[in-house]
Each structure stands twice: as structure tokens, then as C-alpha cells.
């Protein structure tokens, strides 16, 4: 559907709601899938305070320039989650013989990468760490549960800045899960702490638009085979960790989107395409699955527009 369908005039005007917390919504999609976007317009929207927006790839990024910058957080990341620039990925906990087979197989690019002698036969887990946010690659298991967990004990910790308790509101988590394992030990983690899975909202693309969109950000790594192997790890990995989850919590708390809303104007004859209002189809088919009326979806996303 690439247009809100038609709705009579309103005398009343809904220009703010909010979700009935505590818990979360988990957005998750292949790469390329506009999670981000939907993402920031949900917390608009449903009056959640962006700081509780947690997207995995953020966290991973902040994590490395902390470390980088901070060596107060450089020592509590290897004292507490034994992650440290100091320690090699070919003998530290996490070491196997597939991810050493791993590392080796990336080390001629990731020496070019960090600038590195050709002939350097190692990488730190800091910079493995680096390397694999960029390249869009799989990290241990081990790193994103923790870090996961500590940026989520973070926003549950503190109080929002009308003082409510920062148990009781809601918050966004993007991006992740992406396997299986994950799946299950984020569910296992969010019991642990009592706050309920509101809603997995699985926003869907096509290879084809996932390559076609990839190709307007002109980023390095969107070349052809790193594309093809991205879509390849979501039908291999993040789409049984979606299964998984519609196991856990019943069917009734995953919804399909689809990411692919075009919009299209007519200007002066020519057939423009229309970003925003493409976003704001998404966006309106998220919060219908959230539960929000049509009418007020209509509201909010005219809304929405009014302050493009």
C-alpha cells in the first residue's frame, strides 16, 4: 500500500501519544531496511525520549570511540567484560579455531584498514571489534550480550526528566537480535529483569531493494559481494532469530512491515519520489501494528509532515 487510505475530516486532532510501558519494541530487518529511520519516528511519535532509542550498531560505534578516548572506559571494558586493545583475538577467552580461521581470513583487510604493514599476523579484540562494525561482519557472541545488557541496565537505571522511573518507559532496541543465540539470551536477559517484549516489529526489503538502496549511500563496503553476503547472513541467521522469538512470545507480538512504501508527486509532468512521505508509509503501517487507531495515525502522520 503506498498511500494512507482515504479518511472523513475529524473535528478532533491527535497531535501526541505515548506507549503503555513498561517493556520494549525490537526492530530488526536486513541490512539497508530503514530501522533507524522508523526507528527515530517512532520515538517522535510515541513520546519516547530518543536516549531510549538503543541501536546496535550506535552502541557498538560509541563503545569503540569511548574506548578509544576514555581510559577509564578502556580499564572497564577489560576488567568487566574482558574486551581490551592489549589482548589478541588468537588468545583470549573467546578464542576458536573458527574465529582464528576467521581473523586470519579478514587479516590482509583489516591491516589495510587500520594501516597496518601487510605482513602484521594479528588484531586485538578492540580492533576486531572496529573492523567488524564497519564491515557490517558477526562478533562474538559474548560481546553483544554484554554490551547489550549494560546499555539497556543503563536506561532501566535512570530516571527520565520528568523524574518517572526508568523501569516504567518504554524504549526501542534496533537491530538486534540478529541470530538465534542472541534471541535467546536477550529474551532470557529481559525476564530476568521482568520488562515484557511489547512488540517485534520485522521490517521486510526485497535483495533487490536492499542492493538499491545500499548503492545511494556510496559507502566502500557496499560493493556487490558484501551486499550479497549481508542478505545472505539475514536469511541464514537474523530470519530464524525472528522465528524464534514468534516461539517465545506467540505470533500476536510479530508483525511483518513492509519497508518498501514507495511514494510517489507529480512535478510538472515528471514522477518524483517522495523520501519522506516513502518513510512515512513505513511508519504509519508500524504503528497500526502497534495498535494505534487509523484516525490517529492519519493525525500523526500529517503531523509528521507538517513539520518536514
Not at 501519544?17 to 530487518?29: D, Q, W
Not at 535512570?158 to 518517572?164: A, I, K, R, V, Y
Request: aromatic share 6%.
Amino acid at each position: 500500500m503506498n498511500q494512507m487510505p482515504y479518511l472523513p475530516p475529524s473535528i478532533v486532532r491527535v497531535e501526541k501519544i505515548a506507549l503503555n510501558g513498561p517493556g520494549v519494541v525490537i526492530l530488526t530487518g536486513p541490512s539497508s531496511c530503514g530501522k533507524g529511520e522508523v526507528a527515530n519516528a517512532l520515538c517522535e511519535m510515541l513520546s519516547i525520549n530518543p536516549e531510549r532509542h538503543l541501536s546496535m550498531g550506535v552502541i557498538l560505534r560509541t563503545t569503540i570511540d569511548r574506548a578509544r578516548d576514555d581510559s577509564k572506559f578502556a580499564t572497564l571494558l577489560e576488567d568487566k567484560y574482558s574486551l581490551s586493545q592489549r589482548v589478541s583475538m588468537f588468545d583470549s577467552i573467546d578464542t576458536s579455531d573458527e574465529l582464528s580461521e576467521k581473523v586470519r581470513r579478514y587479516l590482509p583487510e583489516l591491516q589495510a584498514y587500520f594501516g597496518r604493514p601487510k605482513d602484521a599476523d594479528d588484531a586485538s579484540q578492540l580492533e576486531w571489534l572496529e573492523f567488524c562494525t564497519a564491515r557490517g561482519l558477526l562478533i562474538p557472541n559474548r560481546w553483544t550480550q554484554d554490551l547489550i545488557a549494560a546499555a539497556i541496565d543503563v536506561i532501566l537505571q535512570t530516571p527520565t526528566e520528568d523524574g518517572t522511573d526508568g523501569y516504567n518507559c518504554p524504549f526501542i532496541l534496533d537491530g538486534y537480535p540478529r541470530t538465534e543465540i542472541a534471541a535467546e539470551h536477550l529474551l532470557g536477559y529481559l525476564r530476568g529483569v521482568n520488562v515484557p517484549v511489547l512488540k517485534v516489529l520485522h521490517l521486510s526489503i526485497s535483495k533487490a531493494e536492499m542492493s538499491a538502496r545500499a548503492g545511494k549511500r556510496g559507502r566502500a563496503d557496499d560493493h556487490a559481494e558484501a551486499l550479497r553476503s549481508r542478505f545472505e547472513f539475514y536469511v541464514e541467521n537474523v530470519q530464524p532469530s525472528v522465528d524464534y522469538l514468534k516461539t517465545e512470545l506467540g505470533g500476536a507480538t510479530i508483525a511483518l512491515i513492509d519497508a518498501h512504501q514507495p511514494a510517489y508527486a507529480d512535478n510538472d509532468g515528471k514522477r518524483e519520489f517522495k523520501l519522506q512521505d516513502s518513510i512515512n508509509n513505513v511508519v504509519a503501517t508500524a504503528l497500526r501494528a502497534l495498535g494505534v487507531p487509523r484516525v490517529i495515525v492519519r493525525d500523526l502522520i500529517e503531523a509528521r509532515r507538517q513539520q518536514d
